[in-house]
């Protein structure tokens, strides 16, 4: 299977920036899309940005033209770059990856994992 492991969360002044990164490891596998959603204390998991295998991208409307999703495949690296940081960004972010990988047997198997989550809080 595929693990995902997040890094760069932390704690940033209103209007700040911190860049996340989530990367993938395992064996004989690609990955397709890779999304970052996520999740504020009382509130849904929502979906902040998507990046498919051709490099397109799309964004929650609340975060687009501040936040840019990126990926590095010879890395199996995918990055969330967050500008102009707003209190209402403060949340458990999670990097979500969707793809497939050979097993034992050398059969093809989708695959879709998430991430433990990385804390991005924005506070003065």
């Known amino acids: 299977q595929v693990q995902l492991v997040e890094s760069g969360g932390g704690l940033v002044q209103p209007g700040g920036s911190l860049r996340l990164s989530c990367a993938a490891s395992?064996?004989?596998?690609?990955?397709?899309?890779m999304d970052w959603f996520r999740q504020a204390p009382g509130k849904l998991r929502e979906l902040v940005a998507h990046?498919?295998?051709?490099?397109?991208?799309s964004y929650a409307d609340s975060v687009k033209g501040r936040f840019t999703i990126s990926r590095d495949d010879a890395k199996n690296t995918v990055y969330l770059q967050m500008n102009t940081l707003k209190p209402e960004d403060t949340a458990e972010y999670y990097c979500?990856?969707?793809?497939?990988?050979?097993?034992?047997?050398?059969?093809?198997?989708?695959?879709?994992?998430w991430g433990q989550g990385t804390q991005v809080t924005v506070s003065s």
């Open positions: 395992g064996t004989s596998f690609s990955i397709d899309a």
């Open positions: 990046i498919n295998s051709g490099g397109s991208t």
């Open positions: 979500y990856a969707e793809g497939s990988y050979y097993d034992s047997g050398a059969r093809l198997k989708a695959f879709n994992s």
